[in-house]
């Protein structure tokens, strides 16, 4: 009973369908705001960032201290509440070089690209990475491996935000 | 704080705002295979059209290009013009804005029957106080230069 | 649990930007589906049916919306949403639902409109990044692909030529593809000189955007054996998700598609997948994914798999054919559609009727994994005749 095949549906539209006003198309933007409220953990790790510390958390039974910290550990599945502070230093696991903005729009010539990695942080258990920026380094030098260091900001300019670390640079 | 203690003062708890204005996303819809047709024909025509299918003797409106109750396709010959003119199934008086504050001036919202579908839309040329389920009424469409394909082509369906 | 199979398959083409509403896209696909097995709605018990994130279609409960155009008036229905891993996570659902003796039929629709999504479908994905933690840092969806190639290419001391070679193969398998979005063919050189968009990620390295949807129709084996002499029977299903701490795993090797392999080839009685599977079709959603997922399915050994692509193990006529459809890079990539495409693609290879597509020496055992959220999940279905 069974055939191939051979009906495909689906109707590809062109640029030009659209921009002649052709196809009729309705519009319409979402305008909506959100805030979030921080949780218990990370309400601390932020308070903490705007000290200038990164603080994690330690699971009494797997004895991992991990980053981002939280109030529970996922794989013991137990409560967590063994804070420690942790060094602002750590190693490249991973970078990217970014030409494109959030919204796909492309660099301009003559900016800076996006230069995103994961930073094993140093004092933290092995692999605990964050994503964070890389600055003042030539993105052809970037290597994984690469040891680099927090460069915060000013202390009055910063609000408890991940942002309060400007970028890590290599040392 | 440990994971049995409680935020017990609102404004103990911390909140994060993006910091990026807004998050300026659109969309961008096509009206569809059938919407195209439906939208073209109130476009030119000031016509509303339907699509009916057979089997379960059930005229869709808008049109549609396939029957939810069966999945047949309807087609070309399945069109059929339902008319301008339809009855109010369901209404309601609007007093606030979709942001919450207090309109000026209520507005009438409508469910219109027009053969076996409910087109959402608004009622004009009537007060409040006159509107009952099961008045007729009749669509109101934008001077024709005025009309672009979409769901405003129609003004507001108005009683007669 | 009962045997299931599939009897019925359908899709749209993909293609960058539809007319069709994404109802209208799984109304034809559905269609296209029961009409290949001679069914009406009638003869389905239910439907399990799945769209990725609602931001693209910009239809909050996007699947209620597609309802009606799945089948789904007025029946049992269930939809799955694991971002791109839906395609396949919805074949896992739909099974249980036959497999589980409460129905008999099954109707599985995946569908996917992202050209709604203005200016362009990729900055909806800023929401997914962790709110407090990253979201500030304004990242966007190429950032964590670039992350988890480049962490892939250092460890086994992979080029962007070899990555690139991926794109190359599936774009040609794709040319052969009724719905595919594409008639061009593309070299290496092409791939690797296309703009840079997040090192190592070039533009060719990338699937496109695409609209179109995808279904099959599952039924248990009483059904089934009415309907066709050629039942294409699910024998493994398997899925999972890892943490969503995705910076404190290590991204070269995608251990939820291990875990979801495994799971579903201990159901099928597989002990060596490399030398029984004749066919793959691992998620591509990137040319490296595509490698990267053959590892995790334990069909290449980790760190050899250039070589084998270099050797023609992976062609239409090699010892394990990889995505003979084209996959995302060489058909398109409507998110959830494109896993169940995949499906669809497996059904048609292993009753010898994907015509020019068509893998030689009549292959009995294929592999689809689907892929998706926080570099996270994975589904996999294994399928045979
Ligand atoms: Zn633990
Ligand atoms: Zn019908």
Redesign the interface.
């Known amino acids: 009973m069974s055939e191939v095949v051979k009906v495909f549906g689906g109707t590809a539209l062109s640029e030009k369908d659209i921009s002649s006003g052709k196809i009729f198309l309705t519009k319409d933007s979402l305008d909506c705001a959100y805030a979030w409220d921080t949780g218990v953990a990370i309400n601390r790790y932020l308070a903490e960032l705007k000290k200038g510390n990164i603080i994690a958390t330690r699971c009494r039974k797997c004895k991992r201290i991990v980053l981002p910290p939280r109030l529970f550990c996922e794989l013991c599945f137990i409560p967590v509440n063994d804070w420690v502070y942790v060094h602002d230093s750590g190693v490249i696991n991973t970078f990217s070089i970014c030409h494109v903005h959030w919204d796909a729009s492309r660099v301009k010539a003559g900016e800076d690209p996006h230069l995103p990695a994961v930073i094993e942080i140093d004092g933290a258990s092995p692999g605990m990475g964050i994503m964070h920026l890389l600055g003042e380094v030539k993105p052809a030098k970037i290597k994984i491996g690469m040891k680099v260091k927090a460069v915060w900001r000013p202390e009055a300019e910063r609000t408890g935000s991940i942002t309060d670390i400007k970028y890590f640079k290599p040392i | 704080m440990g994971i049995l203690q409680r935020i017990t003062r609102n404004i103990d708890n911390r909140y994060w705002d993006p910091g990026l204005i807004g998050f300026p996303v659109k969309n961008s819809y096509t009206a569809g295979v059938a919407g195209q047709r439906f939208f073209e024909e109130i476009k030119e025509n000031g016509r509303i059209f339907g699509s009916k299918c057979a089997g379960c003797d059930l005229t869709y409106v808008p049109a549609r290009i396939y029957c939810e109750r069966c999945l047949s396709g309807l087609e070309e010959k399945d069109w059929v013009d339902v008319g301008d003119e339809g009855t109010v199934y369901a209404y309601t008086e609007v007093h606030q804005t979709k942001s919450g504050e207090a309109k000026e001036k209520p507005s009438l919202i409508a469910a219109v029957k027009i053969a076996d579908g409910l087109l959402i839309h608004r009622l004009g040329d009537c007060l409040p106080e006159a509107v009952h389920i099961g008045m007729p009424v009749k669509a109101e469409f934008k001077p024709k230069n005025e009309r672009q394909g979409g769901i405003e082509d129609i003004k507001y369906f108005k009683p007669f | 649990m009962r045997k299931v199979a599939i009897?019925?398959?359908?899709?749209?083409?993909?293609?960058?930007?539809?007319?069709?509403?994404p109802?209208?896209?799984s109304?034809?696909?559905?269609?296209?589906t029961?009409?290949?097995?001679?069914l009406?709605?009638?003869d389905v018990d239910c439907v399990a049916h799945g769209t990725a994130p609602d931001?693209f279609d910009?239809l909050h409960q996007n699947g209620e919306y597609m309802v009606?155009?799945c089948?789904g008036?007025?029946k049992p229905t269930m939809r799955v949403y694991v971002g791109g891993g839906t395609g396949i996570h919805a074949i896992a659902h739909g099974w249980h639902h036959v497999a589980s003796g409460l129905f008999d039929t099954c109707l599985v629709v995946c569908e996917e409109k992202m050209?709604?999504?203005?200016?362009?479908a990729?900055?909806?994905f800023?929401?997914i990044f962790?709110?407090?933690?990253?979201?500030?840092?304004?990242?966007?969806l190429?950032?964590i692909f670039?992350?988890?190639m480049?962490?892939y290419m250092?460890r086994y001391g992979y080029s962007k030529e070899d990555m690139a070679l991926v794109a190359v193969n599936n774009k040609l398998n794709g040319l052969k593809h009724?719905?595919s979005q594409f008639t061009d063919q593309v070299t290496v050189e092409d791939v690797v000189n296309s703009?840079?968009?997040?090192?190592?990620?070039s533009r060719l390295d990338v699937s496109p955007v695409s609209?179109?949807?995808a279904a099959v129709l599952l039924a248990s084996e009483r059904v089934a054996r009415r309907?066709?002499d050629?039942p294409v029977w699910i024998e493994g299903v398997g899925w999972s998700l890892d943490?969503a701490?995705w910076?404190?795993?290590?991204?070269y090797y995608p251990r939820y598609t291990d875990t979801a392999a495994r799971m579903a080839y201990e159901m099928a009685g597989i002990r060596e997948p490399a030398k029984q599977i004749n066919i793959a079709e691992p998620y591509d959603p990137f040319d490296y994914k595509a490698l990267h997922h053959m590892e995790g399915l334990q069909l290449s050994p980790r760190g050899k798999t250039v070589e084998l692509l270099r050797d023609g193990h992976f062609d239409r006529d090699g010892n394990l054919p990889m995505c003979p459809s084209g996959g995302l890079l060489g058909v398109g990539n409507p998110i959830a559609a494109a896993g169940t495409m995949k499906v669809c693609e497996l059904f048609?290879q292993l009753?010898g009727?994907a015509?020019e597509r068509q893998v030689p020496g009549n292959p009995q055992l294929g592999v689809a994994q689907s892929w998706g959220d926080l570099m996270q999940v994975s589904s996999v279905v294994v399928v045979g005749i």
């Open positions: 009897v019925g398959a359908g899709m749209t083409k993909f293609v960058r930007r539809a007319l069709e509403t109802k209208e896209l109304f034809q696909a559905t269609k296209t029961l009409d290949s097995c001679g009406t709605l009638d931001a910009g009606d155009g089948g008036w007025n050209s709604s999504a203005m200016p362009h990729q900055a909806f800023l929401t962790d709110s407090i933690t990253e979201r500030a840092l304004e990242p966007n190429l950032w670039a992350l988890e480049n962490r250092e009724p719905a703009e840079m968009m997040a090192y190592p990620v609209d179109g949807a309907l066709t050629k943490t701490y910076a404190t795993r290590d991204l048609w009753r009727e015509d």
